[in-house]
Protein backbone atom coordinates (compact mmCIF):
# COMPACT_ATOMS: atom_id res chain seq x y z
CA UNK A 1 0.00 0.00 0.00
CA UNK A 2 1.59 3.25 -1.35
CA UNK A 3 1.96 5.82 1.83
CA UNK A 4 -0.54 9.38 1.55
CA UNK A 5 0.84 12.05 0.01
CA UNK A 6 1.69 15.33 2.39
CA UNK A 7 -0.49 17.75 2.07
CA UNK A 8 2.18 20.01 0.46
CA UNK A 9 4.14 17.62 -1.52
CA UNK A 10 5.95 19.92 -3.62
CA UNK A 11 8.19 20.52 -0.46
CA UNK A 12 9.69 17.43 -1.09
CA UNK A 13 11.36 19.02 -4.25
CA UNK A 14 13.46 20.75 -2.35
CA UNK A 15 14.65 24.57 -2.92
CA UNK A 16 16.46 26.59 -4.96
CA UNK A 17 17.76 30.62 -4.23
CA UNK A 18 16.95 32.79 -7.38
CA UNK A 19 19.71 34.99 -7.36
CA UNK A 20 20.59 33.54 -4.34
CA UNK A 21 17.94 35.56 -2.46
CA UNK A 22 14.44 33.99 -3.71
CA UNK A 23 14.08 30.78 -2.42
CA UNK A 24 11.21 28.76 -4.40
CA UNK A 25 10.60 25.32 -3.86
CA UNK A 26 12.23 23.11 -6.99
CA UNK A 27 9.00 21.79 -8.26
CA UNK A 28 7.02 24.94 -9.76
CA UNK A 29 4.02 25.03 -12.08
CA UNK A 30 3.54 26.72 -16.31
CA UNK A 31 1.07 28.72 -16.63
CA UNK A 32 0.85 27.87 -20.75
CA UNK A 33 -2.04 25.46 -21.07
CA UNK A 34 -4.40 27.98 -19.02
CA UNK A 35 -4.90 29.47 -22.27
CA UNK A 36 -7.29 28.25 -25.25
CA UNK A 37 -5.88 26.16 -27.95
CA UNK A 38 -3.08 27.46 -29.52
CA UNK A 39 -1.76 29.07 -26.27
CA UNK A 40 -4.34 31.63 -27.73
CA UNK A 41 -7.72 33.08 -26.11
CA UNK A 42 -9.67 32.47 -23.05
CA UNK A 43 -9.68 28.73 -21.90
CA UNK A 44 -13.17 26.86 -21.89
CA UNK A 45 -13.51 26.30 -18.72
CA UNK A 46 -11.42 29.53 -16.72
CA UNK A 47 -12.91 28.42 -13.62
CA UNK A 48 -11.18 25.50 -13.74
CA UNK A 49 -8.15 27.12 -14.60
CA UNK A 50 -8.43 29.31 -11.53
CA UNK A 51 -8.84 26.10 -9.65
CA UNK A 52 -5.56 24.51 -11.16
CA UNK A 53 -3.93 27.71 -10.09
CA UNK A 54 -5.09 27.80 -6.13
CA UNK A 55 -4.50 24.42 -5.96
CA UNK A 56 -0.90 24.59 -7.08
CA UNK A 57 -0.56 26.93 -4.46
CA UNK A 58 -2.31 24.54 -1.85
CA UNK A 59 0.01 21.41 -2.77
CA UNK A 60 3.26 23.64 -1.71
CA UNK A 61 3.95 25.17 -5.45
CA UNK A 62 6.22 28.54 -4.61
CA UNK A 63 6.84 29.40 -8.03
CA UNK A 64 4.91 29.86 -11.20
CA UNK A 65 6.00 30.31 -14.85
CA UNK A 66 3.59 32.35 -17.29
CA UNK A 67 4.33 34.76 -20.21
CA UNK A 68 2.99 37.71 -21.60
CA UNK A 69 2.37 36.46 -24.59
CA UNK A 70 0.66 33.14 -23.59
CA UNK A 71 -3.10 34.51 -24.60
CA UNK A 72 -1.66 36.92 -24.74
CA UNK A 73 -1.87 38.53 -21.33
CA UNK A 74 -4.96 35.66 -20.74
CA UNK A 75 -2.31 33.81 -18.63
CA UNK A 76 -0.90 36.50 -16.18
CA UNK A 77 -4.58 37.86 -15.64
CA UNK A 78 -6.03 34.37 -14.69
CA UNK A 79 -2.75 34.11 -12.13
CA UNK A 80 -4.09 37.38 -11.09
CA UNK A 81 -7.57 36.49 -10.68
CA UNK A 82 -6.70 33.37 -8.39
CA UNK A 83 -4.07 34.16 -6.50
CA UNK A 84 -3.77 38.00 -5.71
CA UNK A 85 -2.93 39.33 -3.12
CA UNK A 86 -0.11 37.02 -3.47
CA UNK A 87 1.53 34.38 -0.22
CA UNK A 88 4.97 35.63 0.49
CA UNK A 89 6.63 32.95 -0.84
CA UNK A 90 5.08 33.02 -3.81
CA UNK A 91 7.35 33.77 -6.60
CA UNK A 92 5.61 35.05 -10.03
CA UNK A 93 7.81 34.78 -13.11
CA UNK A 94 7.00 35.71 -16.36
CA UNK A 95 8.56 36.71 -19.96
CA UNK A 96 8.22 39.08 -22.99
CA UNK A 97 10.15 38.72 -25.75
CA UNK A 98 6.99 37.50 -28.29
CA UNK A 99 4.58 38.82 -30.10
CA UNK A 100 1.01 37.03 -31.28
CA UNK A 101 -0.70 36.91 -34.39
CA UNK A 102 -2.79 34.45 -33.96
CA UNK A 103 -2.73 30.95 -32.33
CA UNK A 104 0.75 28.89 -32.82
CA UNK A 105 1.80 32.25 -33.85
CA UNK A 106 5.10 33.19 -32.28
CA UNK A 107 7.56 36.06 -33.31
CA UNK A 108 10.23 37.23 -31.80
CA UNK A 109 11.02 41.05 -31.13
CA UNK A 110 13.25 42.17 -28.87
CA UNK A 111 13.35 46.55 -29.63
CA UNK A 112 13.76 47.88 -26.38
CA UNK A 113 10.94 49.89 -26.78
CA UNK A 114 8.54 46.94 -27.22
CA UNK A 115 10.53 45.05 -24.30
CA UNK A 116 9.70 47.88 -21.36
CA UNK A 117 6.10 48.19 -22.93
CA UNK A 118 5.33 44.38 -22.57
CA UNK A 119 7.06 44.37 -18.83
CA UNK A 120 4.82 47.37 -17.87
CA UNK A 121 1.94 45.62 -19.42
CA UNK A 122 2.71 42.17 -17.10
CA UNK A 123 3.18 44.30 -13.90
CA UNK A 124 -0.33 45.32 -14.11
CA UNK A 125 -2.32 42.42 -15.58
CA UNK A 126 -0.42 40.66 -12.57
CA UNK A 127 -0.82 43.17 -10.24
CA UNK A 128 2.48 43.22 -9.31
CA UNK A 129 4.77 46.34 -8.41
CA UNK A 130 7.63 44.48 -9.36
CA UNK A 131 8.24 40.95 -11.64
CA UNK A 132 10.61 38.84 -8.79
CA UNK A 133 12.25 37.25 -12.52
CA UNK A 134 11.74 38.62 -16.09
CA UNK A 135 12.97 35.86 -18.39
CA UNK A 136 13.98 37.13 -22.16
CA UNK A 137 11.87 35.33 -24.00
CA UNK A 138 13.39 34.69 -26.94
CA UNK A 139 16.37 36.45 -28.37
CA UNK A 140 15.70 38.87 -31.42
CA UNK A 141 18.51 38.11 -34.16
CA UNK A 142 17.49 41.58 -35.31
CA UNK A 143 18.32 43.33 -32.50
CA UNK A 144 21.78 43.56 -30.63
CA UNK A 145 21.68 41.42 -27.13
CA UNK A 146 23.36 44.56 -25.49
CA UNK A 147 19.84 46.55 -26.52
CA UNK A 148 17.37 43.55 -25.62
CA UNK A 149 19.22 42.87 -22.31
CA UNK A 150 20.48 46.46 -21.42
CA UNK A 151 16.68 47.73 -21.55
CA UNK A 152 15.96 45.07 -18.80
CA UNK A 153 18.66 45.97 -17.02
CA UNK A 154 17.04 49.79 -16.95
CA UNK A 155 13.96 48.25 -15.40
CA UNK A 156 15.80 46.20 -13.10
CA UNK A 157 17.63 49.55 -11.81
CA UNK A 158 14.13 51.43 -11.69
CA UNK A 159 12.76 48.47 -9.42
CA UNK A 160 10.27 47.36 -11.82
CA UNK A 161 11.64 44.00 -11.55
CA UNK A 162 14.14 41.88 -9.36
CA UNK A 163 16.21 39.38 -11.61
CA UNK A 164 16.40 38.69 -15.15
CA UNK A 165 16.58 35.48 -17.10
CA UNK A 166 16.90 34.11 -20.50
CA UNK A 167 14.91 31.31 -22.85
CA UNK A 168 16.17 28.79 -25.23
CA UNK A 169 19.81 29.24 -25.49
CA UNK A 170 23.09 28.25 -26.40
CA UNK A 171 26.47 28.46 -24.25
CA UNK A 172 27.99 30.73 -26.29
CA UNK A 173 24.93 32.88 -25.53
CA UNK A 174 24.35 32.63 -22.04
CA UNK A 175 27.91 33.93 -21.54
CA UNK A 176 27.27 36.97 -23.90
CA UNK A 177 24.42 37.69 -21.90
CA UNK A 178 25.97 37.40 -18.87
CA UNK A 179 28.43 39.82 -19.85
CA UNK A 180 25.79 42.59 -20.30
CA UNK A 181 23.41 41.38 -17.00
CA UNK A 182 23.54 38.89 -14.08
CA UNK A 183 21.80 36.20 -15.55
CA UNK A 184 20.25 34.10 -12.59
CA UNK A 185 18.21 31.71 -14.94
CA UNK A 186 17.85 29.90 -18.13
CA UNK A 187 14.72 28.40 -19.67
CA UNK A 188 15.38 25.61 -21.91
CA UNK A 189 14.06 22.81 -24.08
CA UNK A 190 14.59 20.03 -21.65
CA UNK A 191 12.70 16.65 -20.50
CA UNK A 192 13.80 13.19 -20.10
CA UNK A 193 13.42 11.92 -23.76
CA UNK A 194 15.32 15.33 -25.30
CA UNK A 195 18.73 16.21 -23.87
CA UNK A 196 20.24 18.74 -26.58
CA UNK A 197 20.26 21.46 -24.00
CA UNK A 198 22.60 18.75 -21.96
CA UNK A 199 25.55 21.99 -22.03
CA UNK A 200 23.62 24.44 -21.09
CA UNK A 201 22.23 22.83 -18.01
CA UNK A 202 25.57 22.11 -16.80
CA UNK A 203 27.19 25.78 -17.46
CA UNK A 204 24.01 26.26 -15.21
CA UNK A 205 24.65 23.94 -13.19
CA UNK A 206 28.66 25.14 -12.59
CA UNK A 207 27.48 28.73 -12.61
CA UNK A 208 24.94 27.92 -10.19
CA UNK A 209 22.45 29.59 -12.29
CA UNK A 210 18.41 28.05 -12.17
CA UNK A 211 18.00 25.91 -15.39
CA UNK A 212 14.47 25.67 -16.26
CA UNK A 213 13.06 22.81 -18.47
CA UNK A 214 9.88 23.98 -20.69
CA UNK A 215 8.43 21.06 -21.94
CA UNK A 216 9.73 18.88 -18.98
CA UNK A 217 7.05 15.77 -19.31
CA UNK A 218 7.39 14.15 -22.76
CA UNK A 219 8.22 10.53 -22.44
CA UNK A 220 7.42 9.06 -25.70
CA UNK A 221 8.77 5.56 -26.77
CA UNK A 222 10.29 5.11 -22.57
CA UNK A 223 6.57 4.97 -21.60
CA UNK A 224 5.51 2.20 -24.15
CA UNK A 225 4.19 -1.11 -22.30
CA UNK A 226 6.91 -2.39 -21.04
CA UNK A 227 9.15 0.37 -21.88
CA UNK A 228 11.59 1.60 -19.12
CA UNK A 229 9.56 4.22 -17.87
CA UNK A 230 6.45 2.47 -17.81
CA UNK A 231 8.18 -0.81 -16.16
CA UNK A 232 9.45 1.73 -13.38
CA UNK A 233 6.55 3.45 -12.83
CA UNK A 234 5.27 0.08 -11.95
CA UNK A 235 7.36 -0.48 -9.68
CA UNK A 236 6.94 2.77 -7.54
CA UNK A 237 3.05 2.22 -7.79
CA UNK A 238 3.22 6.47 -9.71
CA UNK A 239 2.69 7.12 -13.41
CA UNK A 240 5.30 7.54 -16.25
CA UNK A 241 4.85 11.34 -15.99
CA UNK A 242 5.43 11.67 -12.58
CA UNK A 243 8.71 9.54 -13.16
CA UNK A 244 9.87 11.71 -15.56
CA UNK A 245 9.81 14.55 -12.93
CA UNK A 246 11.00 13.13 -10.67
CA UNK A 247 14.07 12.11 -12.79
CA UNK A 248 14.63 15.74 -13.89
CA UNK A 249 14.54 16.80 -9.84
CA UNK A 250 17.32 14.30 -9.94
CA UNK A 251 19.36 15.23 -12.36
CA UNK A 252 21.02 18.50 -11.20
CA UNK A 253 20.54 20.68 -7.90
CA UNK A 254 19.38 23.48 -9.78
CA UNK A 255 16.65 21.94 -11.91
CA UNK A 256 13.21 23.36 -11.68
CA UNK A 257 10.63 21.75 -13.78
CA UNK A 258 7.59 23.72 -14.67
CA UNK A 259 5.47 21.33 -15.83
CA UNK A 260 1.63 22.74 -17.15
CA UNK A 261 -2.08 21.47 -16.95
CA UNK A 262 -5.55 22.94 -17.49
CA UNK A 263 -7.13 20.27 -14.28
CA UNK A 264 -6.64 19.99 -11.33
CA UNK A 265 -6.43 16.17 -11.38
CA UNK A 266 -3.53 16.63 -13.29
CA UNK A 267 -1.50 19.22 -10.92
CA UNK A 268 -1.86 17.14 -8.44
CA UNK A 269 -0.61 14.10 -10.08
CA UNK A 270 2.24 15.98 -11.25
CA UNK A 271 3.28 17.65 -8.07
CA UNK A 272 3.42 14.37 -6.23
CA UNK A 273 6.24 13.73 -8.59
CA UNK A 274 7.83 15.42 -6.25
CA UNK A 275 7.87 12.90 -3.57
CA UNK A 276 9.08 10.12 -5.72
CA UNK A 277 12.79 9.03 -4.75
CA UNK A 278 14.43 6.72 -7.65
CA UNK A 279 17.18 4.48 -6.24
CA UNK A 280 20.70 4.93 -8.14
CA UNK A 281 20.16 2.00 -10.26
CA UNK A 282 16.70 3.26 -11.54
CA UNK A 283 18.22 6.97 -11.69
CA UNK A 284 20.52 5.28 -14.07
CA UNK A 285 18.75 2.89 -16.09
CA UNK A 286 16.52 5.49 -16.92
CA UNK A 287 19.52 8.24 -18.09
CA UNK A 288 21.05 5.00 -20.15
CA UNK A 289 17.42 4.50 -22.40
CA UNK A 290 17.80 7.30 -24.70
Known amino acids: MNAPHPPRPAEASGTFALGGDLPVN ?3 YGAMQLTGPGVWGEPADPAEAVRVLR ?14 SYGPFVSERLIREALHPY ?55 QVPLADQLGELVLLQQEGKIRHIGVSEVTVRQLEEARGI ?13 NRRAEDVLEYAERENIAFIPWYP ?30 WLLRRSPVMLPIPGTSRVAHVEENTAAAAVTLTDEEFAALTEAV
Do not use: M
Open 26 to 28: RLG
Open 55 to 68: RAVELGVTFIDTAD
Open 87 to 141: ADDLVIATKGGYTRCGPGDWRPVGRPEYLRQQAELSLRHLGLERIDLYQLHRIDA
Open 181 to 193: AEIVSVQNLYNLA
Open 217 to 246: IATGELARPGGPLDAAAKEHGASPSQLALA
